[in-house]
Each structure stands twice: as C-alpha cells, then as structure tokens.
C-alpha cells in the first residue's frame, strides 16, 4: 500500500517560478550596471555633439568675419544654437581677454619697435567646455583634462618669405543664454589699420625687409596653448610656452644679406645648417686708408653667441707684407678655462704699398692650415668642442676652413650672429669705403622677406 505525499513535501510546483524571478533580476542588475556605466558616457557623446554643433556654427562663423574684415562684406550674421550653454562677446579691453604683442628687431642697431593689440573673443561657454573665435581663428577647450585644440585656423600665414598677419579685434559686450538660437552679427568699416609696411609710423617698417631680422609674436590667451600648436606646425617657425602668463612666443627672422657687399663695422650671419660644409664662402677684401699701409696691430673679426665667443684676430707680420691668424674659440658655460686658440702656419700675402696696399683673406681656403695652440692654463680642456680624441695637446694641424665649418655650426646653432669688425687698439687701417666681405652659406630658411601687418576691426553683437 502506497504512501500519501503531503503537498509541501515537493519543490517542483514552485521551481519555474524562481527561475522567472531570477531571470528578471539579473537583467535588472545588468540593467542597472548598463544605465550606471553608460549613461555618464551617453551623456558625454551628447555634449560633444552639442559642442561640435556650435564649433562647426562658429566655423562658419570665422569664414563670415573673414569676409567682413578683408572687405567683402559689410555685414554678416550666423546663427547658433545654444542648447544650454551661452555666448558672449568680450570686446578688446576687457581683462585677460587676449592680447598679441608684436616686435620688430635688428640686434646690429639695437633697433626695436614693438605695438600691442587687443583680440577680444567671442565665446560659448557650457559646463567646462569652451568654444572661442579669437584672433580670425577658431579654439576649442575640452576643459582641465582635455587641453585646447584649434578648430579653424587663424589669418596668420607663412611660408618661409612672406609673414601676413590680419589682427582680427572684437569689439562689444553682450551676452545670451538659453536653450534656443541666436543671431551673431558682425559690421566693419572695412578700413584696415596698415602697421606694417608704413614708413609713417617708422622709416623703418619697409619692404623688403632689410631693416630688421626679427620679429616676435607674443600671444596672450586662455587658448595660447592651441596658438603655439598651430604656430609650430607651419614650416620655418620657432615657438616656446610662457605657461604663468599664458603666453605663447613665435619667432620669425629675416636673411641677412648673402654675398660680396661693402664692409661695415657689424656683419650678421643667420642659423646654418647643421652639415658637415655649411658655409660655401667667408672671405674679405681689405684695403689700407692710411697712409702707412695695411698694417694692423690687432684687427678682430668677432662674433658672441650666448657664453660662446668666435674671434678671428689678424696682425702684420714682417714689416706690413703680410697677415698673421689666430683663431679663438671658447665657451664660458663650460668653464672659465675652456679655452681653444690656432695660429696660422702661413700668413695671409700682402700686396701694394702704403696706400695701394691691399689683402684678401679668406677663412674658408683649405689650404690655409692652422695649428693648434695647446692651452698654458691647468684644469683647461683642449678639445671641448671637438669630438674624442680628434685634438690631442698639439701637433694637430687643420685648415681655416675646417675651423670656421666646425665654429660657425657652434656658434649659430641657437640663434643668428653679429660679427663685430675692427681694430682694437690704435688706428683702423682699413678704408671701409673700398673693402668688402664675401659670404654664402646655407641657411636653415626660416627668414622673412615680406612682411604685412594689419588691425582689423570687427563690431560684434549677439541677440
């Protein structure tokens, strides 16, 4: 005789039941785990695509002011959604709202010019994102970890001749805010401010630029970070950071004159290239104004970079008939004793008498051949500019222009050179009105012939 089974006894009538239930917890918790994980970076897509919104609308923004301000057009308006955030124009003169500080500089005459503009922005801001036109260009800020991007580039051009820079300045000061679209207009006078030629505000502001060789473009922004990017990734320019002040610092040069010109006091020499025989041709025609001849007690031809100093010094030697070298070379960065000197095994022919006298000296003959001078001092190095082993304590000949391809590299390698000409002591011997220099060499090719500068003014409001 079978036995009765109680109802409670079996699980199996309630087993499909927790197996629905646990289904539907574990899609909840996967849910939950989506919507905690996901949500943040949804909302994240839908700020950028918010923000990408306004960079396109503030791109075609820049392209309307670019016609305003270059006289295309007196008038444009883009339309822009704000979508939460806001927009407002900072006119030039309000504080930290940008500025660009232009200089123009020749280092032989202590020359230098330098004027100021204010760039004002036009600017959206949501949350920590920022979206700016500033200076005829187009900034992005991602916020404190993001850094900033350029979107549109600005009208500040170069190609390795020519430096055109159209400063776009905002006025105004108005803002809006909201959810829905606004109106940016902008007006001009289309009457550009000329700076730069203009022989009004300087005799030396003239093209070619023969004046100057240097100009430095100081930015001042909250987007100076993305100014430098887009500065460095145009061919023939140097840019550093001045991170306190929010500074981004471009520098342009200009090419000295290459060639047989007159003689001067002052010769300058641009960056060569770092190559094994940068320079093709360093030679001078001298010729004696005195009446005593060609007969320099120490003439120097000079140049100082920095701690390091480069010094070709010629003596007569028997009687006035000829022209002894020596060639010093030292760097104070590396030590007050780090010191190298060459004479020449030969001496440079003088021809004429008196007057009529008259001598080439050429720095670049290799078959002029200098000897090292060892150093007298204790603790000085004899080499120090050399690589290992190529200069022992003497016996070490190389030719004049071994010396000035090896100095010359040294020398310009951070920046251009003067060379400072002329006697020392007594007399200059030399008419500078007959001699000449000679000089070719090849150039890193970062060096303005041309330069345009303008202020453009653009009246900006938003409604």
């Known amino acids: 005789m079978g036995t009765k089974q109680r109802p409670f006894d079996s699980c199996k009538a309630v087993?499909?039941?927790?197996?629905?239930?646990?289904?539907?917890?574990?899609?909840?918790?996967?849910?939950?785990?989506?919507?905690?994980?996901?949500?943040?970076?949804?909302?994240?897509?839908?700020?950028?695509?918010?923000?990408?919104k306004v960079e396109q609308a503030f791109t075609v923004m820049d392209s309307r002011m670019s016609k305003v301000a270059l006289g295309e057009?007196?008038?444009?308006?883009?339309?822009?959604?704000?979508?939460?955030?806001?927009?407002?124009?900072?006119?030039?003169?309000?504080?930290?709202?940008?500025?660009?500080?232009?200089?123009?500089?020749?280092t032989t005459t202590n020359m230098k010019e330098e004027f100021n503009c204010s760039l004002g922005t036009v600017e959206y801001v949501k949350d920590d994102r920022k979206i700016a036109?500033?200076?005829?260009?187009?900034?992005?800020?991602?916020?404190?970890?993001?850094?900033?991007?350029?979107?549109?580039p600005p009208?500040?051009?170069?190609?390795?001749v020519t430096l055109t820079l159209p400063i776009m300045t905002v006025n105004g000061n108005s803002t809006a805010s909201g959810t829905g679209n606004t109106a940016i207009n902008v007006i001009s006078d289309n009457h550009p401010y000329v700076l730069y030629p203009n022989t009004s505000l300087s005799v030396n502001r003239t093209n070619p630029t023969e004046h100057l060789d240097?100009?430095?473009?100081?930015?001042?922004?909250?987007?100076?970070?993305?100014?430098?990017?887009?500065?460095?990734?145009?061919?023939?320019?140097?840019?550093?950071?001045?991170?306190?002040n929010k500074t981004a610092i471009?520098?342009?040069?200009?090419?000295?004159?290459?060639?047989?010109?007159?003689l001067t006091s002052k010769l300058k020499v641009g960056q060569v290239c770092q190559i094994e025989h940068p320079v093709n041709e360093f030679n001078f025609y001298f010729e004696a104004v005195a009446p005593g001849g060609l007969n320099p007690d120490n003439y120097a031809v000079t140049a100082i970079s920095g701690t390091r100093t480069l010094s070709y010094d010629l003596q007569k030697k028997l009687g006035n008939k000829q022209l002894y070298l020596e060639v010093t070379y030292e760097d104070t960065a590396a030590g007050s004793n780090y010191i190298e000197k060459w004479k020449g095994q030969i001496n440079y022919p003088v021809n004429g008498s008196n007057a009529d006298q008259n001598s080439t000296v050429d720095f670049t003959n290799d078959s002029f051949m200098m000897e090292y001078i060892p150093p007298t001092k204790d603790g000085s190095d004899p080499d120090f500019s050399w690589p290992d082993d190529e200069i022992d304590d003497g016996n070490v000949s190389f030719?004049?222009?071994?010396?000035?391809?090896?100095?010359?590299?040294?020398?310009?390698?951070?920046?251009?050179?003067?060379?400072?000409?002329?006697?020392?002591?007594?007399?200059?011997?030399?008419d500078y009105s007959t001699s000449e220099v000679t000089i070719d060499y090849c150039g890193l090719g970062n060096y303005i012939t041309y330069l345009h500068i303008t202020q453009n003014e653009l009246d900006v409001t938003v409604e």
Do not use: C
């Not at 930015?219 to 991170?243: F, G, P, Q, R, V």
């Not at 471009?250 to 007159?262: K, L, N, R």
């Open 15 to 52: 087993s499909s039941v927790v197996g629905l239930l646990l289904m539907y917890s574990l899609a909840i918790v996967a849910v939950g785990i989506i919507l905690v994980y996901n949500v943040p970076v949804l909302n994240d897509m839908q700020d950028n695509a918010k923000a990408q």
């Open 73 to 106: 057009s007196p008038r444009q308006t883009t339309s822009v959604s704000l979508m939460g955030g806001g927009i407002s124009v900072n006119g030039a003169g309000e504080a930290e709202r940008g500025t660009m500080t232009i200089q123009i500089i020749n």
């Open 133 to 152: 036109y500033e200076g005829g260009g187009v900034w992005s800020d991602y916020g404190p970890k993001g850094g900033t991007v350029m979107v549109s």
């Open 155 to 160: 009208e500040f051009h170069y190609n390795g």
């Open 214 to 244: 240097k100009v430095i473009v100081y930015i001042k922004s909250d987007y100076y970070k993305a100014w430098a990017n887009y500065a460095n990734s145009m061919t023939y320019t140097s840019t550093t950071l001045d991170d306190e």
């Open 250 to 262: 471009v520098s342009f040069t200009t090419q000295p004159p290459m060639g047989t010109q007159p």
């Open 399 to 430: 030719s004049i222009d071994d010396l000035t391809q090896h100095y010359f590299k040294l020398m310009t390698e951070d920046s251009p050179i003067v060379f400072n000409i002329g006697t020392n002591t007594g007399k200059d011997p030399v």
